[in-house]
């Protein structure tokens, strides 16, 4: 008897367990919602009926099926990713339960489109940890942008959500999502010759296959939650991912436009000596979207700083520029940052290129000799 029950609790486990799909890079299962639901569980042409009625999801609240090319008044909806995609209304969420390896970090990447609410978020979370995305600002050209947002997980098996916790008076004004993919993140670890982590920014989220408006990192503050690994992006905006794929970039495969002028920086602290020399080396070049104009980027760390002008005629290039600094405490933060904002002829923000970060330490200073290290 005992025997049957505890069969019967086993089977239950393995059925539980096969329902959540193990973690592998790319789009999740139907990510990009190409299976849709029965014409039946659609209520009005586009309302889902039902918390199961979409293929691997489980859905709460008014969530709308979109195809590519619906009407909402004047507005033409474009779905990046295949053909159709979803749209989260009042307090509606999207949920998918993941299995993945308990202690590792991971970097979720997302497409999603403001419809007709001006002031739209949404809260990213992986049980117990969330995060709120601000989509209020222009970022990308066609209306979609892609996000990322990264975790540590704390159990075999997580639940991803996202949710739109507005309150429209129209119930069908809500975010667009599309291209729901996810990437493990290796811990950075440190290459010989540079203090810095993850210095060439090849590291870090999954780039969408047709998302060609690049990732955006949005601001973070704990290093180690960061989709970048080792860098934090700080201050309000969000920066840039990019890929060689779709855009210039200086040095392998990937690298980081700063597209909120000041109001966002990318920082990483790194262990210094107290009055030991360093030197900060690094590109600055544009990304060949377009970005056209005369920038500066910016570099700090300790006291010093380094203003690097960089024209840009938006075609791609990029050049080298070094800061020295003399350390002042036993953690240095090394930021970069762009002084002034961008817009492309869209109007949608961009900015200098910041790729191949690498930090020395140069001599030591001892009373009365330098020592060459
Ligand atoms: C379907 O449309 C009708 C008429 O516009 C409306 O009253 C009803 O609330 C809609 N149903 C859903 C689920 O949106
Ligand atoms: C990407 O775009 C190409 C050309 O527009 C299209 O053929 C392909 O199906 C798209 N891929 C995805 C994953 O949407
Ligand atoms: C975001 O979602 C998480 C998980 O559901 C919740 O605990 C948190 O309070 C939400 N935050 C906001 C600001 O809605
Ligand atoms: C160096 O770091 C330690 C903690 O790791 C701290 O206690 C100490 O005061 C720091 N020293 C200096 C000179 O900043």
Redesign the pocket.
């Known amino acids: 008897m005992r025997r049957v029950t505890v069969l019967v609790l086993l089977l239950a486990c393995a059925a539980a367990r096969a329902a959540a799909a193990v973690v592998t890079d790319g789009?999740l299962p139907n990510g990009?919602f190409e299976e849709g639901p029965p014409k039946s569980d659609l209520v009005n042409g586009t309302v889902v009926r039902g918390a199961n009625a979409i293929p691997r999801w489980e859905t709460s609240g008014y969530v709308e099926y979109i195809e590519s090319g619906h009407k909402q008044g004047d507005m033409l909806l474009v779905v990046?990713?295949?053909?159709h995609a979803v749209r989260l209304g009042n307090e509606a969420s999207i949920r998918q339960r993941l299995a993945v390896t308990r202690g590792a970090y991971y970097a979720v990447t997302f497409s999603a489109a403001r419809t007709c609410a001006q002031a739209e978020q949404l809260n990213v979370s992986v049980s117990p940890e969330w995060g709120v995305l601000p989509m209020q600002t222009i970022y990308g050209s066609n209306g979609w942008d892609s996000y990322a947002w990264a975790f540590k997980a704390k159990m075999d098996e997580v639940a991803l959500v996202i949710h739109n916790p507005g309150v429209e008076e129209d119930p069908a004004c809500g975010p667009l999502i599309d291209?729901v993919a996810i990437r493990a993140l290796y811990p950075p670890t440190l290459a010989k010759g540079n203090m810095l982590k993850n210095g060439g920014f090849e590291e870090g989220p999954y780039f969408?296959?047709?998302a060609s408006w690049g990732v955006l990192v949005p601001p973070n503050i704990e290093d180690d939650h960061s989709p970048l690994p080792a860098w934090m992006i700080m201050s309000s905006k969000a920066v840039k991912y990019v890929d060689a794929a779709h855009f210039a970039v200086p040095q392998g495969a990937r690298a980081v436009e700063l597209v909120g002028g000041k109001e966002s920086a990318l920082v990483q602290e790194v262990r210094t000596v107290p009055g030991w020399t360093y030197r900060l080396s690094f590109t600055v070049g544009d990304a060949r979207d377009g970005c056209a104009g005369s920038m500066v980027a910016e570099a700090y760390a300790a006291r010093a700083s380094i203003k690097v002008p960089y024209e840009s005629k938006g075609t791609g290039g990029y050049k080298r520029a070094v800061l020295e600094f003399a350390a002042i405490a036993n953690r240095t933060r090394v930021v970069f940052q762009s002084t002034f904002y961008h817009t492309m002829t869209d109007g949608s923000l961009c900015g200098p290129v910041i790729d191949d970060a690498s930090l020395v330490g140069l001599r030591k200073k001892t009373a009365g000799r330098r020592l060459l290290l």
């Open positions: 789009l990009n990046p990713q295949g053909a291209g969408l296959p047709n």
